[in-house]
Nanobody, 121 residues
Framework: QVRLVESGGGLAQAGGSKRLSCAASGGIRSINDMGWYRQAPGNQRELVATISTAGSTNYADSVKGRFTISRDNAGNTVYLQMDSLKPADTAVYYC???????????????WGKGTLVTVSS
């Protein structure tokens, strides 16, 4: 059974940094795109950043220049380095991944349960 487990959340001060990690495990044959999304209280879930297997990245305008997404393909892990944090970055951060299982042919999108990041002013 596929699991995506996020870590690294917690409290940060405005202007500070946080590094999130998300490790995928469980019957995985290959992983295509991986990404981070976030959901603030009262808001819809929104894209933060995505990264392809080859390393091509895409960022939301609100985090460009402050956040960096990266991945370790051998370890099935995706990271999100968050710098110059703002109170507006406070949200639950979710990772997702398009995964092909060893037992199936078509990829499917899986989600982690999320990790809370709180940025104080």
């Amino acid at each position: 059974q596929v699991r995506l487990v996020e870590s690294g959340g917690g409290l940060a001060q405005a202007g500070g940094s946080k590094r999130l990690s998300c490790a995928a495990s469980g019957g995985i044959r290959s992983i295509n795109d991986m990404g981070w999304y976030r959901q603030a209280p009262g808001n819809q879930r929104e894209l933060v950043a995505t990264i392809s297997t080859a390393g091509s990245t895409n960022y939301a305008d609100s985090v460009k220049g402050r956040f960096t997404i990266s991945r370790d393909n051998a370890g099935n892990t995706v990271y999100l380095q968050m710098d110059s944090l703002k109170p507006a970055d406070t949200a639950v951060y979710y990772c997702n991944a398009d995964i092909k299982l060893a037992s199936s042919y078509f990829p499917r999108t899986y989600w982690g349960k999320g990790t809370l990041v709180t940025v104080s002013s």
